[in-house]
């Protein structure tokens, strides 16, 4: 198959999240099993285009809605990105958080239905609200490429002012209750789920949480009304990114049979953060600091625990939470903060550490847990989309499960399920078990891919008969 990845954001070339791997992952999936892969992003390079990069060819520019782009290609590993330019839209300080995103990203989705249209894919896989309109215009275009839409997170929709419609070149028949019309103002993310041939979400469980008022943002009735064309596919991790066997960030190298350097990676740790070297449980939390990642009812959880443990958090996000971050780390002993985006850190921490732990109020999917069990860390999380399908609870009279799980939104729960991990780290073989159980678990793209491609195979075009 020729397959068209839509998105706004792709490693190595962009990231300000998870969609940055998702998407590099994918596609390396895909070009691994033979498909042709090209994935369609923003050039965020000063002045639209990137074109002394290596391996980057300019292609012609294109001309839509009276905007220009420049197109520029180029290869990355087995397959190709097309990177669509415009300094005025794109080469800002930041990728997002701008008032006029939404008209910043429907004409690139303008852009992408052109070059779409024009090309011979089998099926365009778009992704969240940044690229919703790509199904819609193509369908005014009187294209018949079929069209999957992902939803990454419901919350954020691209909602604007109609005007957005003249702007991008959106047929006003579209502005009605059924079509695009969303309280009033357009939507991105609805235009994706109407009009998308096939619509995903990125966890088996998350796809019916949606469909309910308290995950739905006011988008449950219509993601119902959709159910008959909604799958869930988990997500899976990279794991030529994320092995602990071979991986460059970490001071010692270790596997499931052989654990040694993980204590030598804990270690090294400790020194780094000025910890005491004790066995005591190293706990770690790593990303994004949003009330969305229950941040709060971590920071409340952790002072009702009364085991000794040692704590470390890496991430950036909401100002407020941030500066209680910093605060409870100023006067907590065994407390560390380290409030930026850090990669390598971030490797060395899922490497270092006994215990993670992520109290999402909803988690889409969530990769870190997966990470941090590949990695031999075990995973304290609220049962919730992504991470009720990846993680099961240890059992320690039968050594099965792999981690830790609470119900509610509530830190009271969250601190019992910290101190039963903690209770149970005091039990080394009985803690041993539950870390080869996380380390066994496979959550390599390979199997997503594989059902992204069967999702695919319901929707491709017959071929024509010439």
């Given at each position: ?156 929709q691209g909602n604007y002012s109609p005007s957005l ?170 407390f560390r903060a380290v409030l930026r985006y850090d ?124």
């Amino acid at each position: 198959m020729k397959i068209g990845l839509v998105a706004a954001e792709t490693l190595p070339l962009s990231k300000s999240g998870g969609l940055a791997d998702y998407v590099y992952s994918l596609a390396n999936a895909f070009a691994a099993a033979g498909h042709h892969v090209d994935v369609m992003v923003p050039d965020y390079a000063p002045g639209g285009t990137s074109n002394s990069a290596t391996g980057t060819n300019a292609a012609a520019p294109i001309s839509v809605n009276g905007r220009q782009f420049t197109v520029s290609e180029e290869s990355i590993g087995e397959w190709r990105a097309l990177k669509i330019g415009n300094s005025e839209l794109f080469s800002r300080e930041r990728m997002y958080g701008y008032d006029d995103d939404p008209v910043r990203f429907g004409h690139f989705s303008a852009a992408v239905s052109a070059l779409a249209s024009a090309g011979d894919y089998d099926v365009l896989h778009c992704n969240d609200w940044q690229t919703g309109f790509v199904p819609l215009l193509l369908k005014q275009r009187k294209s018949d490429l079929p069209t999957v839409f992902a939803i990454h997170n419901l919350e954020f929709q691209g909602n604007y002012s109609p005007s957005l419609m003249d702007e991008i070149g959106i047929d006003h028949s579209y502005f009605f209750i059924e079509g695009i019309e969303f309280y009033g103002n357009v939507s991105a993310m609805k235009a994706g789920i109407v009009y998308c041939d096939r619509l995903v979400t990125v966890s088996p469980t998350y796809s019916q949480e949606i469909q309910t008022p308290e995950y739905g943002f006011r988008m449950d009735g219509v993601i119902r009304k959709y159910a008959g064309k909604l799958r869930g596919i988990l997500n899976g991790i990279d794991y030529r990114m994320w092995n602990p066997e071979t991986d460059r960030s970490i001071p010692a190298n270790y596997s499931r049979d052989n654990r040694s350097g993980k204590a030598v990676c804990k270690s090294h740790t400790q020194r780094e953060f000025s910890l005491p070297q004790v066995r005591r449980p190293l706990i770690v939390s790593i990303g994004r600091l949003w009330r969305q990642k229950g941040i709060d009812l971590l920071l409340d959880a952790l002072q009702d625990i009364e085991e000794g443990f040692q704590f470390i958090i890496l991430g950036t996000g909401d100002p407020d939470l941030m500066r209680k971050v910093q605060d409870m780390a100023s006067s907590t002993p065994g407390f560390r903060a380290v409030l930026r985006y850090d990669e390598q850190l971030a490797h060395r921490l899922y490497a270092a550490a006994d215990v993670f732990v992520m109290p999402s109020r909803f988690e889409p999917c969530g990769l870190s847990q997966m990470i941090s069990m590949r990695y031999g860390t075990v995973p304290v999380v609220r049962r919730t989309g992504g991470l009720a399908d990846t993680v099961t609870q240890f059992d320690p009279d039968t050594a099965t499960g792999e981690g830790f799980l609470f119900e509610d939104e509530n830190h009271e729960q969250l601190a019992d399920a910290i101190g039963e991990a903690l209770s149970i780290y005091s039990s080394p073989e009985i803690w041993r078990s539950a870390v080869i159980n996380c380390m066994t678990k496979n959550f390599s793209w390979d199997a997503s891919a594989s059902k992204y491609a069967e999702l695919y195979g319901e929707i491709v075009r017959t071929p024509k008969v010439s």
